[in-house]
Nanobody, 122 residues
């Protein structure tokens, strides 16, 4: 069993930066690949980024490539999403999730956090 808790969301202006954190607990938390997804009002859940358990492989949605960076610190059982040059269309609830392998498909992930709201004003 893995428990995930996101933090770091907030209200910022366009062009600003935010860093989201996802703290994982559970004996095997560091052995999971981790992903970030987001869901805006009246839109489907959208893949944002994923990272392998070792941190050696990362994956990004085209919409965030070059602006967002996913990383992890397995000693702290924490995954980060550094978000730069934020745009109003980045506004959404952001969720972290754990999976045996990194994937862009939400259904592959076994564990999910409660989400953190990110709002970007124009």
């Amino acid at each position: 069993q893995v428990q995930l808790v996101e933090s770091g969301g907030g209200l910022v202006q366009a062009g600003a930066s935010l860093r989201l954190s996802c703290a994982a607990s559970g004996r095997t938390a560091s052995s999971y690949a981790m992903g970030w997804f987001r869901q805006a009002p009246e839109k489907d859940n959208e893949f944002v980024a994923a990272i392998s358990w070792s941190g050696g492989n990362t994956y990004y949605a085209d919409s965030v490539k070059g602006r967002f960076t996913i990383s992890r610190d397995n000693a702290k059982n924490t995954v980060y999403l550094q978000m730069n040059s934020l745009k109003p269309e980045d506004t959404a609830v952001y969720y972290c999730a754990a999976s045996p392998l990194p994937s862009v498909v939400a259904g592959v992930y076994d564990y999910w956090g409660q989400g953190t709201q990110v709002t970007v004003s124009s």
